[in-house]
């Protein structure tokens, strides 16, 4: 690629995202749970007022909204930052949702910001490209405005990765661990995995011991365990968040949590090989791969073991839930925060194997095209709600009457309703593509156009110059001591 080029596709690369972000700050959206969020924030403080410190306001019976205590079920995430709102005078509900929609902005830029540190630091810096193709062709794009939850959390789970793939002070480490817990109270295993993970990772590369981090990472995880518990018997009366745990909320069945797991990965209407297909297919390739090209038990295919366990473990949870995709959300709401953090840590486990794949794969233009193709006409439908929200009620609407809570029309009514909805009704992103013919969707869509257009073009041009210098790097770098070499294929599987 000659410089020209170069500085073309960087300026569409990155002046698209600089648009999103304008664009999210410019345009907040109130959505989500997040009218209950403040509310519950307010009883909160309420209770504390009157000193009421145990199961305060709880009924034991999930109400018309399906909860059973005026402050709600919804984790530590947004309520502190409410609260601190709150404490420093921002009273009025324009204020709060304000801060809470910068902070799903501040998410997304944490998440692609890391990423370059993280991708540059581990030598995959020219995987940054494909970490921002990924970023600017799923749904972030429709959650970066938002109040929901969701891309803070997001920015949370990359900090934790970044802090232990780059073995930062242990002090950060716990830091990370503390902010990644407040995401959801069914996190932590999660949590503890990915973050270990992560440190096994910098092990590998740098052979510095990682005890004093993991244990740093286990204080800053205890922490927020604690808060949160302590929180549960303000509103509960128990350590365990019970609105969770009533059996209304859960999946009834083994076939229908089944049903629900396929839905999560290939539902029209909000499966992630549809609606974020260049992340799906990456973190598949990035796990099975090591499979195919080592032993099962080598230290090489032990982070795509981690992966595949978390996602595994992610999605049962996620179709053990009443509504897998926390609607009525828009698409894979529930599973937004853990996809990046995923990449990211797959590209730095195995970034040069996929490399390698990638390049044969965009070596051709037509294939790059081809590429570039699929994953925008994926996108539209994103684009198209970040500018006419509207569109997503004629999806829910299809449904004569439309689909009502378990607890309100029956577990089983419910979920046929709902399994409709994802499988044999006309898909949602029929519904909110329609976004895109406002001027505001037309014009994000040519420049979210031209920004994957920029980032294939330089990943195709990184990954080729990474591979011409690989030889003579590899020369210059070999270690003294075999300790702190890069797992491998053919690495001791006892190491």
Known sequence: MNERLRLVSFTAAVGAFAFLVAIWLARPFVGGDTPFVLDGTNAFLTCLSHHDYHACG?????????????????????????????GLGGDGHAARTRVLATLSVVGVIATVGLGWLVLRRTGRAGWFWGFLFIALSGPIIAYGRQTAGEAFAMGLLVCLVAATVLRAPPWAVGLAALGACLTKETSYPFVAALGLLGLVLARRRTGEPILRHAIWGAAGMAITITAASLFNIVRFGSVLNTNYLDTQLRTPTLGRTLDYIGAVFASPSGGLYISWPAASVLVTVACVLPLLKADFRSAYTRPALVVIGCVGALSIGFASWWTPFGWSGYGPRLQLPWVPPLVLIVLVAYGTELAALTQRLLARTWRLLAVFAVVFVSALP???????????????????????????SGVETWHRCQHRLLWDDRPMPFYTVDGVKTAGGATTAALV????????????????????????DRRERTPARPAVQTAGPRTDPAR
């Open 449 to 472: 156009a031209l920004g994957l257009l920029g980032c294939l073009l330089l990943l195709r041009d990184a990954l080729s110059r990474e591979a011409r210098t690989v030889p003579q």
């Open 58 to 86: 709880y009924t034991g019976k999930l109400n018309y909204w399906g909860l059973m205590s005026p402050i709600g079920w919804w984790p530590l995430l947004q309520h502190i930052p409410d609260a601190i709102t709150i």
């Open 382 to 408: 994103h684009i198209g709600y970040m500018w006419d929200f509207e569109s997503l009620g004629g999806y829910f609407g299809q449904e004569h009457p439309p689909c009502n809570a378990p607890w309100r």
